[in-house]
Each structure stands twice: as structure tokens, then as C-alpha cells.
């Protein structure tokens, strides 16, 4: 066993043999130089964590010209200091390592993603992972979820805090993450932890009016597919957005008229059977008819998507044109008057409102909605098991009536289905 000072001089003069030989240094225990048949030359650092009888480990300095021969003796210093302090150099670059890749902030937020959004919040998945993507991912890259501090997150806040909404929900699906990882034992805490949330987003209360209405749906045949009769099913239906938009037409019954939405696409887990109106089954009969169906719906399959394997997606886009669109129409009687802001959602709370105004009866119009709260919370929600269908059905077929009424100009009545939804 070849010893002697590792030096540039000495590892210059260092030449290859038929086989790996070492040389090692007499002034620094365990500091050595490697050297190949194929002239490669390599410093090391060897250890026992413990006494003789534990096993012999080795670190791998670094190569030289990458490194010399003085800086990797500041190296194997500083490894040996750490030995010394019952600090496993090996160990600890595993881990390092491990930091580096495997709790790297943008792949594990695909981890993050798959491992609990999309079991845990089934119906937000796809906005809560969008907030992610486009406000935090950027800021953070690839830095190790340990090395994440609460400047950190402050940064990431920082462009949405006039945004109400935004704000907190990018703050709850960030703390859910590092909640999970803290689950996982990927980190010991979040960085969270102790942070006061953004307030939350009023309540909001925008109800469409009926020449709203009337212009929002004209304006979505320059929207096209697919934003455009998704829309309008949205409108016609009280639906969530994304009930709509990952819609399978395994889910749909034609014969029945009937939709059944699965618990597990679900906000609140219900499954729902949601009465399909004449409007909503035109829609979608133009929307099997699109799809190449000869005759009938397709038994299977996404009913809104542009790849044919995953639901769509763009939807502010989409709203930006739809507003647009929305803008250029002709008002009646020449009238210039803008329509208030107003979002997707708002078209749910302006049916369950128009509902009201129809007559429907309170838990109708929940149970349209797919509501457990009101009218059948509590012990009464134990015991009340009844469906509605039939009135949900004539509910529905009112408000389509109504909707129609909007756009023709008709004098119909709806007193013949609220007959029924009284009833």
C-alpha cells in the first residue's frame, strides 16, 4: 500500500497499472488517490463509523481536474471533522441526493397531484394543480421542498393577493401539499405552519338577469365547440363547471332522459340523477350527431375534449372570448348597456334564483343543485329519502321553457310543469 503526501506534484506523477492502485496520504487519515489502468484519477475519502470492527466505507471525492489536490484535501477535512462528529458523510450525500430529485418542488407537485388532489379533491384537481403550475412552480423550480422557507411562499402569493379568490385557494392546495408532505415524512414541517391565510373571498351573489341570459347564449354560437355547448349545458343544467367538462356519455341515458353523475365526479360526493330538459337533449344530440354517431348518443367516451382522452381545459380563454362576443352583440332597443362582470358559476346560482322565481319548491331546487344543507340537513336529512325526480324533471323543463321564452320572444307558460313541481 502505496503513502506518501498527496499533492498536485505527486498525483501528476501518479501512472496507471494493470489494476486500481492507491495512494494514500500520511499526514491525513483516510485521505487517498485512486488511480485506474485507464489513467483516470480519482480522490477518496475512506471512514469507519465506529470502532475497528465496523465496516469500511468510502467517499468519492471528486476527480482531478475537476478538482486538485489541495481542494480535495479541504474536502476530506471537512469529511473527517464530520466522521468525528458522528456525521455519516455517505448518508448524508444519499440524502442530499435524495433532496435533489426526489423532493425537487416541480416534479413532486406531480407526485402531489396524483398521490392525493386526485383522490382527495376529486372535482378541483385539475384548478388546484393549474394554481400550482402557473404561480408557484415558477418560483420555486426544482428547490427542495426542505429548503422552502415562508419567504418563499410570501413570493409565491405575492402577484394574486389583489386577487381574492386566487389567493386563498393557491394558499389552500399549498399547504394541503406540504401537509402531505409532512404526512409522507418527506419534510419535518411545512413552511406554512404559523402563516395567517389571505382573507377569504366574499360571498358572491351575481344573478344573471334575463337579457343577460338571452346574450350569453347567443354569444356562445361564435364560441364553438367545444365552450360553446358546454356553456350552454352549464345554463341549462346548474351544473359545476367541472361536472360538465369531464362529462362521459356512459353518463347519459337518452331513453330516460336522465343524468347520472357519480359520486366520484361529485364535489360533495353525492351522486346525483339529474332530468335531462328538451333544450339539454338537443344539445346533446347535436353533440352525438358531432361526434359521428349515426342515430342515438355514443355509449362511452368524453363528450367535451379536443384530445379524446382528457377533459377540457382553458377555460378563462375561453371566458375572455365568450365576454367578447358577448360585447359585439346588439342590445334591444339600441341600448349600449354593458353586462357586469359575471363568471361561469354565476350561471348555477342564477338558475337555482330563477327556480324561486318560477315557484319551485326549496328542496327542488337543492336537490337540482345537489345540495346537502338547508332543507335536508340534520335529522331531517336522515330521514327525507325521497329523490324529487319527477320534480326535478318538470323543474328543469321550466326553466328551459323559460330559457327559450328568453330567446323567441314567446308567450309560454310554465304553469303546466309548476303543477307538478308543486305538487
Given at each position: 500500500?502505496?503513502?506518501?503526501?498527496?499533492?498536485?506534484s505527486?498525483?501528476?506523477?501518479?501512472?496507471?497499472?494493470?489494476?486500481?492502485?492507491?495512494?494514500?496520504?500520511?499526514?491525513?487519515?483516510?485521505?487517498?488517490?485512486?488511480?485506474?489502468?485507464?489513467?483516470?484519477?480519482?480522490?477518496?475519502?475512506?471512514?469507519?463509523?465506529?470502532?475497528?470492527?465496523?465496516?469500511?466505507?468510502?467517499?468519492?471525492?471528486?476527480?482531478?481536474?475537476?478538482?486538485?489536490?489541495?481542494?480535495?484535501?479541504?474536502?476530506?477535512?471537512?469529511?473527517?471533522?464530520?466522521?468525528?462528529?458522528?456525521?455519516?458523510?455517505?448518508?448524508?450525500?444519499?440524502?442530499?441526493?435524495?433532496?435533489?430529485?426526489?423532493?425537487?418542488?416541480?416534479?413532486?407537485?406531480?407526485?402531489?397531484?396524483?398521490?392525493?388532489?386526485?383522490?382527495?379533491?376529486?372535482?378541483t384537481?385539475k384548478?388546484?394543480?393549474?394554481?400550482?403550475?402557473?404561480?408557484?412552480?415558477?418560483?420555486?423550480?426544482?428547490?427542495?421542498?426542505?429548503?422552502?422557507?415562508r419567504?418563499?411562499?410570501?413570493?409565491?402569493?405575492?402577484p394574486?393577493?389583489d386577487?381574492?379568490?386566487?389567493a386563498?385557494?393557491?394558499?389552500?392546495?399549498l399547504?394541503?401539499?406540504?401537509?402531505?408532505?409532512?404526512?409522507?415524512?418527506?419534510?419535518?414541517?411545512?413552511?406554512?405552519?404559523?402563516?395567517?391565510?389571505?382573507?377569504?373571498?366574499?360571498a358572491?351573489d351575481?344573478?344573471l338577469?334575463?337579457?343577460?341570459?338571452?346574450?350569453?347564449?347567443?354569444?356562445t354560437?361564435?364560441?364553438?365547440?367545444?365552450?360553446g355547448?358546454?356553456?350552454?349545458?352549464?345554463?341549462?343544467?346548474?351544473?359545476?363547471?367541472?361536472?360538465?367538462?369531464?362529462?362521459?356519455?356512459?353518463?347519459?341515458?337518452?331513453?330516460?332522459?336522465?343524468?347520472?353523475?357519480?359520486?366520484?365526479?361529485?364535489?360533495?360526493?353525492?351522486?346525483?340523477?339529474?332530468?335531462?330538459?328538451?333544450?339539454?337533449i338537443?344539445?346533446?344530440?347535436?353533440?352525438?350527431?358531432?361526434?359521428?354517431?349515426?342515430?342515438?348518443?355514443?355509449?362511452?367516451?368524453?363528450?367535451?375534449?379536443?384530445?379524446?382522452?382528457?377533459?377540457?381545459?382553458?377555460y378563462?380563454?375561453?371566458?375572455?372570448?365568450?365576454?367578447?362576443?358577448?360585447?359585439?352583440l346588439?342590445?334591444?332597443?339600441?341600448?349600449?348597456?354593458?353586462?357586469?362582470p359575471?363568471?361561469?358559476?354565476?350561471?348555477?346560482?342564477?338558475?337555482?334564483?330563477?327556480?324561486?322565481?318560477?315557484g319551485?319548491?326549496?328542496?327542488?331546487?337543492?336537490?337540482?343543485?345537489?345540495?346537502?344543507?338547508g332543507?335536508?340537513?340534520?335529522?331531517?336529512?336522515?330521514?327525507?329519502?325521497?329523490?324529487?325526480k319527477?320534480?326535478?324533471?318538470?323543474a328543469?323543463?321550466?326553466?328551459?321553457?323559460?330559457?327559450?321564452?328568453?330567446?323567441?320572444?314567446?308567450?309560454?307558460?310554465?304553469?303546466?310543469?309548476?303543477e307538478?313541481?308543486?305538487?
Open positions: 500500500m502505496a503513502t506518501g503526501r498527496i499533492t498536485k505527486s498525483t501528476d506523477a501518479a501512472q496507471p497499472g494493470e489494476k486500481d492502485w492507491m495512494l494514500w496520504d500520511d499526514r491525513l487519515s483516510g485521505f487517498g488517490l485512486k488511480v485506474t489502468p485507464a489513467g483516470a484519477k480519482v480522490f477518496v475519502f475512506q471512514y469507519r463509523m465506529g470502532g475497528r470492527g465496523s465496516p469500511v466505507r468510502r467517499f468519492t471525492v471528486g476527480k482531478f481536474g475537476n478538482l486538485t489536490a489541495d481542494g480535495a484535501r479541504k474536502v476530506a477535512d471537512g469529511l473527517a471533522l464530520k466522521v468525528a462528529q458522528g456525521i455519516d458523510p455517505q448518508r448524508e450525500k444519499v440524502e442530499s441526493v435524495r433532496r435533489s430529485v426526489d423532493l425537487a418542488f416541480k416534479p413532486y407537485v406531480k407526485r402531489f397531484h396524483e398521490g392525493c388532489l386526485l383522490k382527495e379533491w376529486k372535482a384537481h384548478d388546484s394543480h393549474s394554481l400550482l403550475l402557473r404561480y408557484a412552480v415558477p418560483v420555486l423550480g426544482n428547490k427542495p421542498l426542505t429548503d422552502i422557507t419567504k418563499d411562499i410570501k413570493a409565491i402569493l405575492a394574486v393577493l386577487k381574492t379568490a386566487t386563498s385557494n393557491l394558499f389552500s392546495v399547504r394541503r401539499l406540504f401537509s402531505w408532505a409532512v404526512e409522507h415524512e418527506d419534510i419535518e414541517r411545512s413552511p406554512i405552519d404559523g402563516m395567517k391565510p389571505p382573507p377569504l373571498p366574499k358572491r351575481r344573478v338577469t334575463d337579457w343577460e341570459l338571452a346574450l350569453v347564449w347567443r354569444a354560437d361564435g364560441l364553438g365547440y367545444p365552450f355547448p358546454m356553456v350552454r349545458l352549464l345554463l341549462l343544467t346548474g351544473a359545476r363547471r367541472e361536472e360538465i367538462a369531464a362529462l362521459d356519455w356512459s353518463e347519459l341515458d337518452r331513453k330516460g332522459r336522465m343524468w347520472s353523475l357519480p359520486a366520484a365526479r361529485s364535489k360533495n360526493n353525492k351522486p346525483l340523477e339529474a332530468p335531462l330538459s328538451n333544450m339539454a338537443a344539445e346533446l344530440d347535436d353533440l352525438a350527431i358531432r361526434s359521428g354517431k349515426d342515430g342515438g348518443w355514443p355509449s362511452r367516451g368524453l363528450v367535451f375534449s379536443t384530445t379524446g382522452h382528457s377533459s377540457v381545459s382553458g378563462s380563454r375561453a371566458k375572455r372570448r365568450l365576454d367578447r362576443l358577448i360585447a359585439a346588439p342590445r334591444e332597443n339600441d341600448s349600449t348597456e354593458a353586462m357586469d359575471w363568471r361561469l358559476h354565476d350561471l348555477r346560482r342564477t338558475l337555482a334564483t330563477g327556480l324561486q322565481r318560477l319551485v319548491r326549496l328542496e327542488v331546487t337543492e336537490a337540482v343543485l345537489n345540495h346537502v344543507s332543507s335536508k340537513s340534520g335529522i331531517v336529512g336522515v330521514y327525507q329519502r325521497h329523490e324529487w319527477d320534480e326535478k324533471a318538470a328543469l323543463e321550466a326553466w328551459a321553457r323559460h330559457v327559450e321564452q328568453l330567446l323567441t320572444g314567446a308567450n309560454r307558460s310554465n304553469v303546466i310543469e309548476l307538478r313541481v308543486r305538487a
